[in-house]
């Protein structure tokens, strides 16, 4: 399966392998491989849903999808854009909730309400 992987601001397709239509986990995978570094090697998603009918997809990630205590707010931004434009893109919608452990994504730069979505945002994307 050919992916979108939206990195940065840069983009770019990737094959990767699918099994057993586990494409969430695909994903994640293809955003820790080495050679983007997107999120960290330890990151994992406990669940996903995929709700067309409000086009979200809802991403319920474990804690270790982004250690806030290394990281300033320029680095989360592009680990956010990276991952919700990913996914939105690839999903087919225009908004993603990010859970951590089932709660709201909060960190120290970023408060989200529950079920307060962000939105994929591809205007600052060009072609690696």
């Known amino acids: 399966?050919?992916?979108?992987?939206?990195?940065?601001i840069s983009y770019f397709?990737?094959?990767i392998e699918v099994t057993d239509g586990?494409?969430?986990?695909?994903?994640?995978?293809?955003?820790?491989?080495?050679?983007?570094?997107?999120?960290?090697?330890?990151?994992y998603v406990k669940?996903?849903?995929l709700d067309k009918n409000?086009?979200?997809?809802?991403?319920?990630?474990g804690d270790k999808f982004i250690d806030t205590t290394r990281v300033g707010s320029t680095s989360e931004y592009y680990v956010l854009t990276?991952?919700?434009?990913?996914?939105?893109y690839n999903f087919g919608v225009s908004k993603a909730i990010i859970t951590l452990n089932g709660n709201p994504y909060e960190s120290g730069h970023v408060s989200m309400a529950p079920g307060q979505a962000f939105s994929a945002n591809y205007s600052e994307c060009f072609a690696q």
């Open 54 to 61: 409000n086009d979200m997809i809802t991403i319920n990630f």
């Open 82 to 88: 990276a991952t919700i434009n990913t996914f939105c």
């Open 1 to 8: 399966m050919v992916i979108c992987i939206l990195f940065h």
């Open 13 to 15: 397709d990737k094959e």
């Open 47 to 49: 669940s996903a849903n």
């Open 22 to 43: 586990a494409l969430t986990k695909a994903l994640v995978d293809s955003l820790k491989d080495s050679s983007i570094n997107a999120i960290p090697e330890d990151a």
